[in-house]
């Protein structure tokens, strides 16, 4: 059984920066495909950014990908998801998500992940 655990948010200024954290445990994390989803309020959970075992990354929007970076270090069985230029709309609670299988193709999708964390929230203020 795989455990995940996030760590890192808060409450922070628009235009400020977090790192999220998630570690793992149980498994072998190395083999995994690792992401992050967030759910805001009265709203689905989405897909945010993903790290496949190769070292790809796919992240869901350009502006995303424009202002968090998906990281990885297999030494620490720990996912980061450092977020720069925080805006209102990205206040949610975070989620980290393993894929034991290592799926490569459908990264962006919540069925995709078999084992999730209990979530981390990031409130941006204005």
């Known amino acids: 059984q795989v455990q995940l655990v996030e760590s890192g948010g808060g409450l922070v200024q628009a235009g400020g920066s977090l790192r999220l954290s998630c570690t793992a445990s149980?498994?072998?994390?190395?083999?995994?495909?690792m992401a992050w989803f967030r759910q805001a309020p009265e709203k689905g959970r989405e897909f945010v950014a993903a790290?496949?075992?190769?070292?790809?990354?796919?992240y869901d929007t350009n502006s995303i990908k424009a202002r968090f970076t998906i990281s990885r270090d297999n030494s620490k069985n720990t996912v980061y998801l450092q977020m720069t230029s925080l805006r209102p709309e990205d206040t949610a609670v975070y989620y980290c998500?393993?894929?034991?299988?290592?799926?490569?193709?459908?990264?962006?999708?919540?069925?995709?992940?078999?084992?999730w964390g209990a979530g981390t929230l990031v409130t941006v203020s204005s």
């Open positions: 790290s496949t075992s190769s070292g790809g990354v796919t």
């Open positions: 998500a393993a894929d034991e299988h290592g799926g490569t193709a459908y990264t962006w999708a919540r069925e995709a992940y078999d084992y």
């Open positions: 149980g498994g072998t994390f190395s083999t995994y495909t």
